[in-house]
């Protein structure tokens, strides 16, 4: 009755408010109840958005699954196989200087790549923490020990670009395949 382009958009726009609601309330009950910074009125309005840019360029890459396969099935058992790889190569569970070079793909294609250093990035730039050592307290720098290839900026225009870019991806594979049909 509708057009691929119209079904997939309406559906895409629709569910805006709640994509917008879900990390919202999610992150606001975590970020004081952590206790993140809050000595930066801009720290938690960051935070936000990158949460909701993680959550709907998450939800871009389901879609691609989903559009793929057409086995509700199949694509549920395939999701962990091609969602862990990025997940192990974002930094979190390996230094991101010892990836192979082989694999770096993984490392550039990652939602949580940059979701984590943007949040990393967030809470802890311009944030003085004094850690205790043997010989008393130390300036402590976790930046120094994560070593972040991109910037702020980067990290959130990458999670943008991913949101953008895996929503075209899946409405145009969801046209391929309803040409088949007509």
Do not use: R
Request: hydrophobic share 50%; charged share 10%.
């Amino acid at each position: 009755m509708y057009s691929v382009s119209a079904y997939f958009w309406a559906k895409i726009f629709s569910e805006l408010p709640s994509s917008f609601l879900t990390p919202v309330v999610f992150g606001s009950i975590n970020y004081f109840l952590i206790g993140f910074n809050t000595m930066f009125w801009y720290k938690f309005p960051l935070f936000l958005g990158i949460l909701f840019l993680i959550y709907n360029a998450s939800g871009g890459y389901a879609l691609i699954i989903g559009t793929l396969f057409s086995d509700k099935q199949l694509a549920v058992t395939l999701t962990p196989v091609l969602i862990i790889p990025f997940m192990l190569f974002a930094g979190f569970f390996v230094n991101q200087d010892q990836i192979p070079n082989y694999l770096i793909e993984f490392q550039y294609l990652s939602i949580f790549k940059y979701g984590y250093q943007a949040l990393m990035l967030n809470e802890y730039y311009d944030l003085d923490l004094a850690c205790m050592h043997l010989s008393g307290f130390e300036k402590c720098d976790p930046l120094n020990a994560f070593a972040s290839p991109q910037n702020l900026p980067e990290s959130v225009g990458a999670m943008a670009a991913m949101y953008v870019g895996c929503n075209l991806v899946a409405w145009a594979i969801m046209h391929k395949l309803s040409k088949k049909y007509e």
